[in-house]
């Protein structure tokens, strides 16, 4: 079987964004383990963001997640934001990615968000015992890195300045959006006669 994208395969911008497209079950079949085992932490942070991108381009909250095997470096599981899209509360880019990567050992693997996690992804990313986390903006929102420390969670901080534009540009359009989904519509009626 031929795969598309070798060992051999330059990484690039485009490869990365066909990667951060196909569904993750299809990986496999597309991509031969030696590219995985060449990208460099900016490189997944990168497939993060452009997962990002995808959300914002669907109306939605641009947050993307990357699960991987920290041993071979493949791809375990991605998302991003889908509150709007799919109507869901809280399948934000860390969750969505944890639950494409399915019941595998996360204290095995590193996960890449392209924002500081929420308290709800955070809770998560320690109760599933990751390894590692990586986060690409802590710019536009921080505060429970400490807390994932506190609880042996490796954080890295690894600023991706693509996906804190993305996320600035987001919030200074959809603000009530933003909060929605940091905080949930009982913080975005607040003080608001239309709720």
Known sequence: MTLFITKDTPVSDAVLNVIAHLPTTSLAATVEDGFFQKLSDADFMRIAVLLAQKGYDEGGCPIGGVVIDNKSRKIMGKGHNTLVQESHPYNHGETSAIRDAGRIDFSKTTIFTTLSPCD???????????????????????????????????VDILEDLQGIALYSKYRAEKPDQDIEDWKGLAEVCKGKACC
């Open 120 to 154: 709800v992804c955070a809770t998560l990313i320690y109760m599933r015992q990751f390894a590692r986390v990586v986060v690409g903006d802590v710019t536009s929102a921080s505060g429970n890195e400490d807390m994932i420390r506190s609880k042996g969670v490796q």
